[in-house]
């Protein structure tokens, strides 16, 4: 046997209990893991560096690891966010008064310059005072044990140190994978290439976030007097593509992205489908969902043209009749 199947389905005797598999259930989901790729270092890497590459290799060895662990479906959102630059125009300065690095950002097509301010670490200021390079893309940082430079993208710098400039994180397209390696990380399939239609690059940064999610299967009261709480993928009742299909299949409906109003109906019939299946096969009976990173940070301040901005996205899908309906999350 595996690792894979070892770690998929290791509780798999529960699904059998009568006192789980008789009772009404709900799922919770929630944001187990994530990892965010910017695509402008794939399409144009800085020189001697294949980011392309190293992205690739990175997510065959993240694959490999949830394989081993707890094996789940990559969920992907393709996002925008307003354009962020290092300046080029106003290099890192220290402030000897008040003893802080202050770096300098541009903001969007027009470069508005929004000054940060930081405490001289060891960290930040080294040997001597970072600097832009790669049209601002990166930021060279001397720590105070490092004979070279280490280089930081823009983004990476951000979310890093978790910094807040006021940009929210747009969703333009939510799909799925088992290969993350290659999708949507390639840029070939109709995903990428609709989502980008309407959406100007010399304005946005376009990115790529690869989510895991946790589906936790609640049960409700049963004459049995046992409730349980158990990961679906621990228990493996409704396997890891059907899974992370129908967990796709409600993110597209609700975020309901332009560049998937094409396959709307299409998609909502899957959504349908996998919930009436949910509910026939397995007796769970909505599925809500809780979407917020562990670490704030405004790169998880998402919306779409139809949910608006939020740090969090708690609701709930359920079935009535031949409608999914869209609701309030379901109370524990």
């Not at 294949?50 to 707890?70: G, H, I, P, T, W």
């Not at 096969?281 to 704030?296: D, G, M």
């Amino acid at each position: 046997m595996d690792g894979a199947m070892k770690s998929r389905g290791f509780f798999s005797f529960i699904k059998d209990t009568p006192a789980y598999k008789d009772s009404e259930k709900n799922w919770y989901v929630e944001l187990a893991d994530y990892t965010v790729f910017w695509f402008d270092l794939m399409i144009n890497s800085p020189p001697g560096i294949d980011f392309q590459k190293v992205a690739a290799e990175y997510l065959k060895d993240y694959r490999d690891a949830v394989k081993e662990s707890n094996d789940k479906r990559f969920v992907y959102f393709i996002a925008a966010r307003q354009k962020v630059r290092f300046s080029t125009r106003k290099s890192p300065k220290y402030s000897l008064t008040k003893r802080e690095i202050i770096i300098y950002l541009e903001i969007g097509k027009k470069r508005t310059v929004r000054k940060l301010r930081f405490l001289a670490s060891p960290s930040l200021s080294g040997r001597r005072l970072p600097i832009i390079v790669d049209n601002g893309r990166f930021i060279s940082i001397w720590g105070s044990d490092q004979s070279k430079p280490v280089g930081v993208s823009v983004h990476e710098f951000l979310m890093g140190e978790n910094i807040n400039i006021g940009i929210d994180t747009e969703i333009l397209y939510v799909g799925s994978t088992d290969a993350p390696a290659t999708r949507p990380l390639k840029r070939d399939h109709r995903g990428y290439s609709d989502s980008l239609y309407d959406t100007p690059t010399d304005e946005r940064d376009i990115f790529v976030y690869y989510n895991l999610f946790k589906a936790t299967s609640v049960t409700q009261s049963n004459p049995y007097l046992i409730s349980f709480a158990v990961s679906n993928s621990a228990i493996d009742e409704v396997q890891k593509m059907e899974e992370g299909i129908l967990l796709e299949h409600g993110l597209i409906h609700y975020f309901g992205t332009k560049s998937q109003e094409k396959s709307k109906t299409l998609e909502y019939g899957r959504l349908r489908e996998g919930l009436r299946r949910l509910s026939a096969n397995y007796k769970i009976e909505s599925v809500t969902y809780y979407i917020q990173a562990a670490t704030p940070t405004e790169y998880w301040h998402l919306y779409s043209r139809q949910v608006p901005v939020n740090h969090r996205h708690n609701f709930s899908l359920s079935l009535a009749g031949e409608e999914v309906l869209l609701g309030e999350p379901v109370e524990l």
